[in-house]
Nanobody, 124 residues
């Protein structure tokens, strides 16, 4: 089991950038696929991006493809989400999560160990 703590959220203008970080503690971080999810007010939580155990495989929601980049540093037990060209519709609480299975959207129901989330607000 891993414990996850997100940071890096904030208020940014449309077109700006933010970098979210997720610090993991616990055993065998490298044995987990990692993902970022988000939940906007009144909406269900949705998959944003996923990354394989080695970092060699990544997957993105269509709404963020080309603007967001997920990465990980297994030596530091860290996962990152670089968010560029932010839009007001990206406003949400962002969570990182871990899965013992895959990193694609197909496996989103397998993610767990949710952190507390970090708020991202994009103003127009």
């Amino acid at each position: 089991q891993v414990q996850l703590v997100e940071s890096g959220g904030g208020l940014v203008q449309a077109g700006g950038s933010l970098r979210l970080s997720c610090a993991a503690s616990g055993r065998n971080f490298g044995g987990y696929s990692m993902g970022w999810f988000r939940q906007a007010p009144g909406k269900e939580r949705e998959f944003v991006a996923g990354i394989s155990r080695s970092g060699g495989g990544t997957s993105y929601a269509d709404s963020v493809k080309g603007r967001f980049t997920i990465s990980r540093d297994n030596a530091k037990n860290m996962v990152y989400l670089q968010m560029n060209i932010l839009k007001p519709e990206d406003t949400a609480v962002y969570y990182c999560a871990a899965s013992l299975y895959g990193w694609e959207p197909t496996y989103q129901h397998t993610f767990g160990s949710w952190g507390q989330g970090t708020q991202v607000t994009v103003s127009s």
